[in-house]
């Protein structure tokens, strides 16, 4: 099973921008899509942006569009989300979760490996 592992948390002002990295180790990663989700205090995990294994497919949920870029470095097995004019609703804790089917989905069911999360922070 894949190990993935985020970084690149922070506290920033709203309007302000942070890019985070998950890095894979252990297992398939240029053949398997991955995705970042959020979760904030009391609420549910929500979908955030998805990639396809070979970059091509890119997917974003409607409250980032716009401001967010999912990438993807196969030969570093590292999978980024730059996120641009954050505002305090993005607060919460980031996670990149796998899926070896490179479904793109929008469900979290649908990722098998799961990092530990960083936490972002926005103050108004």
């Known amino acids: 099973q894949v190990q993935l592992v985020e970084s690149g948390g922070g506290l920033v002002q709203a309007g302000g921008s942070l890019r985070l990295s998950c890095a894979a180790s252990?297992?398939?990663?240029?053949?398997?899509?991955m995705a970042w989700f959020r979760q904030a205090l009391g609420k549910e995990r929500e979908f955030v942006s998805a990639?396809?294994?070979?970059?091509?497919?890119?997917y974003y949920a409607d409250s980032v569009k716009g401001r967010f870029t999912i990438s993807r470095d196969n030969a570093k097995n590292t999978v980024y989300l730059q996120m641009n004019s954050l505002k305090p609703e993005d607060t919460a804790v980031y996670y990149c979760a796998r899926d070896y089917r490179n479904r793109s989905s929008m469900s979290p069911h649908d990722y098998d490996s799961w990092g530990q999360g960083t936490q972002v922070t926005v103050s108004s």
């Open positions: 990639i396809s294994w070979s970059g091509r497919g890119l």
């Open positions: 252990v297992g398939p990663f240029s053949r398997s899509g």
